[in-house]
């Protein structure tokens, strides 16, 4: 058995994002909660006369990576540093001007396996309670066309 | 956080006929100091709990830490003292003290206990930090 786990020291599953298909500059996302990659295929059924079930034919899918995180000012915000790396803009940035991103999810647990692709992002709520008083967002990648997965 | 609470507790309880004490609440020969010095609340040790309030997938996790602090107050019972309501209003205060800001969440409560003809109240402060 293979499976990924993903709880000893350096086999973290890690998520980075740059603005450019070479991924210079990276931004390791630095306080990931959770995320999730979903590959959800349409499906069209159709009934026939001759048969006592539905047929399906699949149709594009929905490509998604879902996320949450803990707001790291940085990571968040920015470097300050000018607006040419993911790291220079931050999250907020990338998805307020509405820019490309490349991702790649390296699955952990020693197993080599990645998954990459390009997207957008969407779905940042940050927010804060009393009672939790620590800034943490939602985070969505609308992916753009196929991942692209390393086995 | 004792250190604090004994400072707040000092200023507040200034004007209320009931007093602080630096010392541990020990017992001397079976009897408990706040018994043997009543009026006077006596502030036991801090205890910590530290626990993780937000696991991360990098294992960073964002912990919490709980310092519950337990104070006692003896008084006479049959004769309580003047300004003892007062006294208890200050000891709830002093959660509140500008000191303790950086907690987010501030919590005491204390339990009344008769015993003979002496009245304990047993208070218990927690506060809640992100480390």
Redesign the interface.
Known sequence: MSYIN?SG?GE???LSIALDTGMTTPLAI??????GISNSNGVFRFKTLNSTSESAVLTPATNQVTLSV?VDGTAMFGDGAGDTTAVDKGLFKISNDKVRIYFVIAM?GGSGNTVSGTGFLSGLTMSVT??Q??W?SPLTIEVDGNYLIND | MRTQLLTALTTLLNTTGIGVSNELPWTSGNEPLYLKNMKRVYLGPEQRVDEDLMPILNGNNVKRRQTIVRGYLAIDAKNQPAGLDNALSAIKLARDAQVFGQSYERFVEYTTEITGDVTIYTIEYKFRNIE
């Open positions: 993903v020291a973290f599953a890690t630095p306080a990931l909660q959770e995320i803990i952990g009393p009672d008083p620590l943490t």
